[in-house]
T-cell receptor, first 116, second 114 residues
């Protein structure tokens, strides 16, 4: 069964440093999502791509976060500089269409970030 | 803004007990509804979903959920839990005016005692 791949699985960094996370969606999936999950809470959408275009980045803190999906396949999420409050699990998900009725999002294992 | 509320933060049951996890959402339009599960050390995976038709939907591992539109609810049920059901359960809503965005509840941690 195809899965969403993410790396690294764990990342420890010091505040003010830059970090980057990578996601490879299920092959053929046009829509890619980045979510942030703070401990004890549900995931919250940071950014949504349809192919290489950003569809929704309204919750992305653009002063420090950036995301790209240059060829419409894999994606990178970057934080620069990292702050203590960025400590969380960063989840990537993909779906084949995005907003089709009943569309399911498939999640990767996540990257757990700890900022010291 | 749309929101999803899960009634219980942590539920503890003995094996063979019945389970019901509550989920309410705030949105008056058309929605797709999901329950995701996260087993210890594993990634989020779909348990079941509702998008139209029969409001009683069946998912994997004996779980089912009932969509009650008048109550804005989508409660998850299982008649007899097993130790292997120990996991965190997330209810999520997808609304059509937000382009496929999933809005999650805060999650319910289920612990099943053997």
């Amino acid at each position: 069964e195809a899965e969403v791949a993410q790396s690294p699985r764990y990342k420890i960094t010091e505040k003010s440093q830059a970090v980057a996370f990578w996601c490879d969606p299920i092959s053929g999936h046009a829509t890619l999502y980045w979510y942030r999950q703070i401990l004890g809470q549900g995931p919250e959408l940071l950014v949504q791509f349809q192919d290489e275009s950003v569809v929704d980045d309204s919750q992305l803190p653009k002063d420090r976060f950036s995301a790209e999906r240059l060829k419409g396949v894999d994606s990178t999420l970057k934080i620069q500089p990292a702050e203590l409050g960025d400590s969380a699990m960063y989840l990537c998900a993909s779906s084949s269409q995005g907003i089709a009725v009943g569309e399911t999002q498939y999640f990767g294992p996540g990257t757990r970030l700890l900022v010291l | 803004a749309q929101s999803v509320s899960q009634h219980n933060h942590h539920v503890i049951l003995s094996e063979a007990a019945s389970l019901e996890l509550g989920c309410n959402y705030s949105y008056g339009g058309t929605v797709n509804l999901f329950w995701y599960v996260q087993y210890p050390g594993q990634h989020l995976q779909l348990l079941l979903k509702y998008f139209s038709g029969d409001p009683l939907v069946k998912g994997i591992k004996g779980f089912e959920a009932e969509f009650i539109k008048s109550k804005f609810s989508f409660n998850l049920r299982k008649p007899s839990v097993q130790w292997s059901d120990t996991a965190e359960y997330f209810c999520a809503v997808m609304t059509y005016n937000q382009g496929g965005k999933l809005i999650f509840g805060q999650g319910t941690e289920l612990s099943v005692k053997p």
